[in-house]
């Protein structure tokens, strides 16, 4: 996060929650987003800026949300993170493949961390087409890859 002068640092996971990804992600142009604490993405750089950040979760910005600004019991260890996803962005892939280009189709709704396998009843040659040309190839083929979850 910046301070507003141009200096970058972060935010301590203290309290940091999925309410508060969403927001994060929000402001970054995402769609949603979850919580990482405990430094997962690394230690960043700078001050610690932000302490218990208190989002509700509909917030446009972080600067809406209940802050601790600059007031913390944190070191860099404790910094917050976030996973965020955008509509479209990686909503379909290919797994279990021996080449990237084959395998199961999974999808991840909008809105929705979670993949799920797709029904193969009724799926045809023009689907697999579909789906291949979606993903940047000139086409594709139906073929049985296993179970999903």
Not at 33 to 43: Q, R
Not at 61 to 84: L, P, Q
Request: aromatic content about 8%; overall charge negative; proline content about 3%.
């Amino acid at each position: 996060i910046s301070s507003g002068n141009g200096e970058w640092g972060t935010i301590c996971d203290d309290g940091f929650d999925d309410m508060d990804a969403q927001v994060v992600c929000r402001q970054l142009g995402y769609v949603v987003g979850v919580a990482t604490v405990g430094g997962d993405f690394g230690e960043g750089p700078g001050e610690v800026w932000l302490d218990t950040l208190n989002c509700v979760g509909d917030e446009s910005s972080v600067a809406n949300c209940a802050i601790s600004w600059k007031t913390h019991n944190c070191t860099h260890k404790e910094a917050a993170g976030v996973i965020c996803v955008s509509p479209g962005d990686d909503d379909i892939r290919l797994v279990e493949g021996r080449v990237p280009w084959e395998g199961r189709l999974e999808v991840r709704p909008a809105e929705s961390l979670d993949w799920g396998a797709v029904c193969n009843t009724g799926w045809s040659e023009a689907n697999a087409g579909v789906v291949c040309r979606q993903m940047g190839y000139s086409g594709g083929v139906a073929a049985a890859f296993g179970a999903g979850t």
